[in-house]
């Protein structure tokens, strides 16, 4: 079967490049294995976490590309990262939808009691922003171990309590039990009457972030309903539900568009002749079956997704087996001291490309013409101490789609 693009990782890149494509009217499949680390850890979108919250996002992106002209950003530029952005704010609409405050990072409580900065928040979040106005009641449940509210309370100087559940007494629970009990009606009834009774004149509550899967807004409009305060989420340990709905959201989508989802199946193969790859093979045993393609875009992350794998030796990728910048040995993977605040240099370790994220070697020249890169597997980002992983996701999907289908 033929297709105008075919993209290989169901994570953020990956999704948005799909989006991208088919709305630009091209037949684009999607394949992978999994859902990318959406469901583990995007609770917000963060674009660059590191900025202080000060300058507006756009100011500082145009700064740090002119100070990192090696970063994924800087081969995307400013433009296109903010259409990306918008790109993805518009499958959100009201009342769902990722807001920013001010253009700029905002402080956001998180499951340790701590604040971090993001950029794009679910609107389901906000309460969380303006503590400042007065402590919360922070609400946790006996036999969920994700959340400790009372120690959250603590470091947010403010009161929390930890209910117990009737609907599953003395049982440990996950965050998707949870968030798929708070979707009915009943539960949250129960819920906030037991809620009502620790209430010590409180105008604000703030839940673990698993305010239902398929109704969010309306599960929080319900419970502020019966309580009479302003709810929250406050981001907590993966699984995270709010990833759950961004990808749910980019599916249901996609799927709706016309967009193919091989959905936990991997490629066992990529066909190349010369600088062009022909196709690719999908194994689901013991059936193995071809596609090909006019594009490639390769968005299969990292290590635990998969796009990248170490050997004793270096680091591999496994499907186009492209060159993978890295330290020249693995003794110069990780600093001598582990803890010592700076980057490890294997976390920069990735694919490079030019400017159109057309994968190249050490000397920059072209790999495979009709292939394109984006996402975490790029080289010279360090997304986690950025909190940028996000928005790298994000601007280098939508710019690497646009690319492959401009040729």
């Known amino acids: ?239 995270s539900i709010p990833g759950m709905r961004i990808f749910k959201r980019f599916k249901e989508s996609l799927i709706q568009r016309g967009v193919t989802f091989l959905l936990g199946q991997s490629v066992s193969r990529a066909m190349i002749k010369g600088k062009r790859c022909e196709g690719i093979q999908v194994s689901l045993p013991p059936v193995t079956t071809s596609y090909s393609s006019d594009c490639y875009l390769l968005a299969s992350g990292r290590f635990m997704g998969g796009g990248l794998s170490g050997s004793m030796e270096k680091v591999l990728e496994p499907i186009f087996h492209l060159p993978v910048h890295q330290p020249p040995s693995r003794e110069g993977w990780f600093r001598k001291n582990f803890f010592d605040g700076h980057p490890h240099p294997i976390h920069e370790a990735g694919i490079l490309t030019d400017s159109s994220l057309r994968p190249v070697d050490e000397k920059g020249d072209p790999i495979l013409e009709n292939v394109r890169v984006a996402g975490t597997i790029l080289s010279d980002h360090h997304s986690i101490d950025e909190k940028s992983r996000e928005g790298i996701e994000i601007a280098t999907g939508y710019a690497a789609a646009k690319e492959a289908l401009s040729t």
């Not at 009641?137 to 947010?156: E, M, P, T």
């Not at 906030?192 to 929080?220: M, N, S, W």
């Open 1 to 239: 079967m033929h297709f105008d693009l075919i993209v290989i990782g169901m994570g953020l890149s990956g999704l948005m490049a799909a989006k991208t494509a088919v709305e630009a009217g091209q037949k684009v499949l999607i394949v992978g294995k999994g859902m990318g680390s959406l469901c583990l850890f995007s609770n917000t979108i963060d674009v660059l976490g590191s900025l202080p919250n000060t300058i507006t996002m756009k100011e500082g992106l145009s700064q740090w590309i002119k100070e990192h002209p090696r970063h994924p950003y800087a081969k995307v530029g400013v433009k296109k990262i903010e259409e990306a952005l918008s790109s993805f704010v518009s499958l959100f609409p009201p009342p769902y939808s990722f807001e920013t405050v001010g253009n700029k990072n905002c402080l956001i409580p998180t499951g340790a009691g701590t604040y971090r900065p993001t950029y794009l928040i679910p609107m389901t979040m906000g309460g969380g922003i303006s503590l400042h106005e007065g402590p919360p009641l922070i609400v946790g449940f006996k036999g969920f171990k994700d959340f400790y509210a009372q120690y959250v309370a603590d470091q947010l100087k403010s009161r929390g309590i930890t209910l117990s559940l009737p609907e599953i007494p003395n049982q440990e629970m996950s965050s998707t039990t949870l968030a798929r009990l708070m979707d009915r009606k009943s539960f949250r009834e129960n819920l906030c009457k037991e809620i009502k009774q620790h209430l010590h004149g409180e105008t604000r509550i703030g839940f673990p972030a698993l305010l239902g899967i398929h109704d969010p807004y309306h599960v929080k409009e319900d419970l502020e309903k019966n309580l009479g305060a302003q709810v929250f989420e406050i981001p907590i340990l993966p699984p």
